[in-house]
């Protein structure tokens, strides 16, 4: 069992948190002894191992997709580090890769943008399951660009020379693009919707637009709807793009007011049915929603 989880070559590449293996093992262990098998030396060795190790800030999360093949991600152990909440993959942004990956006819052969992607669990997801014709990952906190570019190169898409020292100096708006010599065509934007200019609206032209977890705040909210609205108006070929916005509706005020928001500029919305398959593990509880933006 322990070479099926903590053990599988994919984890001992690369670890999960210290924090997390050592509970898991404790757990493992205390469901061993309760069942009155023979002690395993393997699993005692194994936790004495993960006691002597020292707790890290970064660790890894491994994602099975139904592929068979795998989202591997480096994430901050903290919720907020770095002035950030984006250094981590949210409920919101598992939920809509299952949601896209069971609905893939909607990103095959298309440009899909993603607006907040974090460290870029949903649009590593898509790029390897969905045949998008071309991704664009985009944030605007620098250590969350940094980490997302790390992400994508970590999952086997290979990024020109010097990628990283660009994405850190980069001036707003200007793409890196990954050189991955098949379908998708990935490439990472920094975008900063309350400032953000023609030229690179003019850039995108996406066909699908999504985004995880980017309703928290008011301010937020009028600045992505404003987006939105930005880009429809500079689509070359007149042709609105789709809309999808996943969120954890943690504050029904603020879920009520974004709506509010789109009736009062006359987008229209619609809650898109739940899925069938769960794919990922998270909480099942957490109250998330999908909407379609009708622009």
């Given at each position: 069992?322990?070479?099926?989880?903590?053990?599988?070559?994919?984890?001992?590449?690369?670890?999960?948190?210290v924090?997390?293996?050592?509970?898991?093992?404790?757990?493992?262990?205390?469901?061993?002894?309760?069942?009155?098998?023979?002690?395993?030396?393997?699993?005692?060795?194994?936790?004495?191992?993960?006691?002597?190790?020292?707790?890290?800030?970064?660790?890894?999360?491994?994602?099975?997709?139904?592929?068979?093949?795998?989202?591997?991600?480096?994430?901050?152990?903290?919720?907020?580090?770095?002035?950030?909440?984006?250094?981590?993959?949210?409920?919101?942004?598992?939920?809509?890769?299952?949601?896209?990956?069971?609905?893939?006819?909607?990103?095959?052969?298309?440009?899909?943008?993603?607006?907040?992607?974090?460290?870029?669990?949903?649009?590593?997801?898509?790029?390897?399951t969905?045949?998008?014709?071309?991704?664009?990952?985009?944030?605007y906190?620098?250590?969350?660009?940094?980490?997302?570019?790390e992400?994508?190169?970590?999952?086997g898409?290979?990024?020109?020379?010097?990628?990283?020292?660009?994405?850190?100096?980069?001036?707003?708006?200007?793409?890196v693009?990954?050189?991955?010599?098949?379908?998708?065509?990935?490439?990472?934007?920094?975008?900063?919707?309350?400032?953000?200019?023609?030229?690179?609206?003019?850039?995108?032209?996406?066909?699908?637009?999504?985004?995880?977890d980017?309703?928290?705040?008011?301010?937020?909210?009028?600045?992505?709807?404003?987006?939105?609205?930005?880009?429809?108006?500079?689509?070359?070929?007149?042709?609105?793009?789709?809309?999808?916005?996943?969120?954890?509706?943690?504050?029904?005020?603020?879920?009520h007011?974004?709506?509010?928001?789109?009736?009062?500029?006359?987008?229209g919305?619609?809650?898109?049915?739940?899925?069938?398959?769960?794919?990922?593990?998270?909480?099942?509880?957490?109250?998330?929603?999908?909407?379609?933006?009708?622009?």
């Open positions: 069992f322990m070479f099926q989880t903590i053990l599988h070559p994919l984890c001992v590449k690369y670890p999960s948190s924090k997390y293996r050592r509970g898991f093992l404790t757990e493992l262990i205390k469901k061993h002894e309760s069942a009155t098998a023979e002690p395993l030396d393997e699993l005692y060795d194994t936790l004495a191992d993960i006691l002597n190790k020292e707790e890290s800030t970064q660790c890894y999360k491994n994602y099975l997709l139904p592929t068979g093949e795998s989202v591997t991600l480096s994430e901050n152990v903290a919720i907020i580090s770095r002035g950030t909440t984006g250094l981590v993959t949210w409920d919101a942004a598992l939920h809509l890769a299952e949601w896209a990956i069971e609905n893939s006819t909607v990103f095959s052969n298309r440009t899909v943008l993603e607006l907040g992607s974090g460290i870029g669990f949903t649009g590593i997801a898509i790029s390897k969905c045949n998008p014709k071309a991704y664009i990952f985009s944030d906190h620098h250590c969350v660009l940094k980490q997302l570019t992400n994508i190169c970590l999952n898409f290979v990024l020109e020379p010097e990628t990283t020292n660009h994405i850190e100096m980069q001036s707003q708006g200007q793409k693009e990954v050189m991955n010599y098949q379908k998708p065509k990935l490439t990472v934007a920094e975008l900063d919707w309350a400032s953000v200019t023609e030229k690179q609206l003019l850039d995108l032209q996406p066909d699908v637009i999504i985004a995880a980017v309703v928290y705040d008011p301010e937020i909210t009028l600045a992505l709807i404003g987006m939105l609205q930005k880009l429809s108006t500079f689509r070359a070929d007149g042709k609105p793009p789709e809309v999808y916005i996943a969120f954890t509706i943690r504050n029904p005020d603020t879920y007011q974004f709506k509010a928001e789109l009736d009062k500029i006359g987008i919305w619609q809650i898109i049915p739940t899925h069938r398959n769960s794919i990922f593990l998270y909480d099942l509880h957490s109250n998330v929603t999908i909407l379609q933006l009708l622009i």
